[in-house]
């Protein structure tokens, strides 16, 4: 029986980047993009290259030289082999008991790469989605683990990230998250609580063709953060309270308030980070929004920015009409509701 699964791009929409300091964020995934993987049992564990991410000939050095520089020197072979790895420890360690038989593991994506939108959790996640079904796990592995297990197969890899994301692929749909560090200690992760996707506003994705990468930007600010700066404590306690405020602005329907809320947290991010290390073409794509009055912050660390556009329609015509002059691409953001099952939610905790 072949199994394949899909996990969507996220979009942090407030909170972050306090998810890795035990503040409190509101994400969702996003069906504007997503990865695949698709899994066949065969005789020997396999994972196939993919045609194009995983490219090993090439027609010259030039070729070589300038597809590293574009899209780096890592496809997704890595994260298959990595949560293959993660899977089976977590069910050894917990006493559960896999089959024997092997497959073969594939994957493709059509995710951008750096930019911000969680490109490598989602092809975890998918593969994780298919060794769960595969096994026949996923009554005996709850939800609220899983993306513990898509993170820490990405940190075998040494990619800096936060449980945020992958709460979002793992979940669907709109999810508030509280990562306090009385949860993270007693329970191993946060308190996650799933919203209604209606109660979001309508939004917009703005991306650049050849972004900064992500995976750079929490270094220093998460050095200071663990020796105590103050200026950093205080200010990634006020980047959570965002997520809280955000929340009861959803459910009371604030949209004026959601924008506000929006354009504070990427005010304070800039305030940690500084100017040089979120880039001159992230933050263009932020001020580009701005200037036409709508409300903008980073979907993530950097190379995609989400929009509200709080006047509507001709807002947005104004803000296409500004992206194309600098050629960015921007597009309605797709909601895509909880991807969770039955069997998924009868594995809750009762927290």
């Not at 103050?230 to 405020?245: G, H, P, T, Y």
């Amino acid at each position: 029986m072949v199994i394949e699964h899909k996990a969507y791009a996220r979009i942090g929409l407030l909170g972050n980047p306090s998810d890795v300091y035990n503040g409190n964020t509101i994400s969702l995934s996003v069906g504007n993009f997503s990865a695949s993987v698709k899994l066949e049992p065969s005789d020997h564990l396999v994972i196939r290259p993919h045609l194009f991410h995983d490219l090993v000939q090439f027609n010259s050095l030039d070729h070589l030289v300038n597809r590293v520089g574009n899209e780096g020197y890592y496809g997704g072979v890595r994260l298959l082999m990595a949560i293959c790895k993660v899977f089976r420890n977590y069910c050894e360690d917990n006493m559960i008991d896999l089959h024997g038989g092997n497959f073969t593991l594939s994957y493709d994506t059509d995710i951008p790469r750096q930019t911000g939108l969680s490109g490598s959790s989602a092809i975890v996640c998918a593969a994780l989605s298919c060794l769960l079904d595969f096994y026949r796990a996923r009554h005996l592995i709850k939800v609220e683990v899983r993306p513990n297990l898509v993170l820490n197969a990405e940190k075998e890899l040494g990619i800096v990230a936060g449980l945020q994301d992958r709460v979002a692929q793992v979940y669907g749909g709109l999810v508030f998250m509280d990562f306090s560090k009385e949860h993270m200690d007693k329970l191993g992760h946060g308190i996650y609580e799933p919203m209604d996707i209606s109660l979001l506003p309508p939004l917009h994705l703005i991306y650049a063709e050849n972004p900064s990468d992500s995976g750079k930007v929490h270094s220093t600010v998460r050095q200071r953060w663990l020796d105590g700066d103050k200026f950093i404590r205080s200010s990634m306690n006020k980047v959570a309270d965002l997520a809280v405020e955000g929340k009861k602005a959803l459910l009371a329907k604030d949209t004026e308030k959601l924008a506000a809320l929006m354009n504070c947290n990427f005010d304070l991010r800039r305030s940690m980070f500084g100017d040089d290390v979120l880039g001159a073409l992230n933050i263009e794509m932020v001020e580009v929004a701005r200037r036409v009055g709508a409300a903008s912050k980073f979907t993530g660390s950097g190379g995609a920015v989400v929009v509200f556009c709080p006047d509507g329609p001709s807002q947005v015509e104004l803000l296409e009409a500004a992206c194309q002059k600098l050629g960015f691409i921007i597009q309605p953001v797709k909601v895509i509701p909880s991807r969770l099952n039955d069997m998924d939610l009868k594995t809750f905790s009762c927290t």
